[in-house]
């Protein structure tokens, strides 16, 4: 089938190549020429695992180009996806001009039966909306041409998109006439191979089925890092009870783990729309007003335990802290909503030097950090190590698993290890060298040469 998917952030370029890997034609549209210049280079504007290799594949192939061009793009097209950024507005809104101008050039160029589908996270009502705005433009076109509009949520996680597209939990199809039906059953049919994983229902629902998933997601995160100050407080560890609770097959291991807050372009601008959404027809989320509470507080939490750490060592001021890792999560370069920009902010505020090093993200946060003599950006932990007073893990990069403790050690001045994924154990991390912080379980302290082990640093 011929498809246009308009937008090549990650949802889209993700979503066209995928599309065509299963041999669909595809033509991945965007208005900024160049991000479009760069893809016909073959050059991929995110860091996505497996996305440049599918990318070039399936352009080799023919079965993927990409354009900036509607007039050309759309009456070549059966079906239109629209993946296109929605970000929050200064009331939490989903800002959705990006949605209205790509349903608009839709209703320009179309000359036959068209399918839009919005895939982009939009509020209950933009199908409606989206509806309107191409019958508007067909009247000032003097023409009448049928369409249908589609509500396809994307349900993808960076760092794993190509799996999740490729092997999707559920594809869940909002409609409202069976003919839309019928045609997104066969897009999705390659994928529904080995069973069926398809859900249709109406088009409402389909637009509140993905805030609802993403607002419960950030619940249970915020959840586990609200247990997690408290069994800080009350001698607990919160790994210990995650997997007392996780065993329960009702609750399951899931967005479990304890952290610095979570970020991304998603959950923190999902929730924050959700929360309009409900303000505008008179109800209010009062858990989602929590959830955010919570995440915003617990971005604080690393800076918090750092300054009290140094408090006794004549303060943050001077210091010189490592980060390992900067984007919000592994496997990605996203730097938006990162714990790492609140932690950075706090640090160069009191007064430290920073260096900081990640496998991807470089590039992007060097856009968003100032630049200054206070931080230097390091090719690898080793480099980071060098002469730090602390390091601080806050993204958990799997190259980060088995670090050479004894070189790091070696590198720096101080000893203090605060680990924002709860990557090791404290006990061990003791008898390394280091005073180790983590979140959510207590402390451990350098062992001295001799010095025997404290009962509860003993793994159970």
């Known amino acids: 089938m011929k498809l246009l998917v308009i937008g090549t952030g990650y949802v889209g370029l993700v979503t066209g190549t995928c599309f065509a890997e299963m041999g669909h034609q595809v033509i991945c549209l965007d208005i900024n020429e160049e991000k479009i210049d760069l893809l016909n280079q073959g050059v991929i504007p995110i860091y996505e695992p497996g996305l440049e290799e599918m990318v070039k594949r399936n352009v080799k192939a023919h079965r993927l180009s990409f354009s900036i061009d509607y007039a050309t793009s759309v009456p070549t097209s059966q079906v239109c996806f629209i993946t296109v950024d929605t970000p929050a507005n200064s009331e939490g809104k989903a800002d959705l001009r990006y949605v209205r101008s790509a349903a608009t050039s839709i209703a320009e160029h179309m000359v036959d039966h068209t399918v839009i589908v919005n895939k982009s996270t939009v509020p209950i009502g933009t199908a409606k909306e989206v ?35 490729m092997k999707p939990d559920r594809v869940v199809i909002g409609i409202a006439h069976p003919r839309a039906a019928a045609i997104m059953k066969e897009i999705y049919s390659p994928f529904m191979l080995s069973h069926e994983r398809l859900i249709l229902m109406d088009i409402a629902s389909a637009e509140m089925t ?7 997601l950030a619940t249970r995160v915020s959840f586990m890092n609200e247990l997690a100050n408290l069994c800080e407080l009350t001698g607990a560890d919160v790994n210990k009870v995650r997997k007392g609770i996780g065993s329960d097959k009702r609750i399951g291991y899931s967005f479990l783990y304890a952290g610095p807050g979570f970020g991304g372009s998603c959950f923190p601008k999902d929730i924050k729309a959700f929360q309009s959404q409900a303000k505008a027809v008179g109800y209010s989320l009062e858990i989602m007003q929590a959830v955010e509470k919570i995440n915003v507080r617990q971005k604080r939490v690393l800076g918090v335990k750092l300054a009290a750490y140094f408090a006794l060592k004549g303060g943050l001021k001077g210091k010189t802290i490592g980060l390992l890792g900067l984007a919000f999560k592994p496997d ?8 790492s920009l609140v932690l950075i902010e706090f640090l160069l505020e009191s007064g430290c030097h920073l260096r900081l090093y990640d496998p991807a993200a470089m590039a992007n946060a060097k856009r968003l950090l100032p630049e200054t003599k206070t931080i230097t950006w390091c090719e690898n932990e080793l480099e980071v190590a060098d002469g730090a007073d602390a390091l601080v893990l806050l993204t958990e990069w799997k190259q980060f698993r088995f670090l050479d403790f004894g070189a790091i050690r070696a590198k720096m001045k101080g000893i203090a290890f605060f680990d924002g994924r709860n990557q090791y154990v404290p006990y061990e991390m003791a008898k390394k060298g280091f005073d180790y912080f ?6 451990a302290y350098a062992h001295k040469p001799g010095e025997e082990e404290f009962s509860n640093e003993i793994p159970l």
């Not at 993905?210 to 419960?216: D, G, I, R, S, W």
């Open 438 to 443: 983590s979140i959510g379980q207590a402390p």
């Open 131 to 165: 509806a309107q705005i191409i019958q508007k433009v067909q009247r000032k076109r003097d023409l009448l041409i049928d369409f249908d509009v589609v509500s396809n949520p994307e349900f993808l996680k960076e760092g794993n998109a190509i799996n999740d597209f």
């Open 210 to 216: 993905k805030y609802a998933a993403n607002a419960m």
């Open 332 to 339: 990605t370069d996203d730097m938006r909503e990162a714990a």
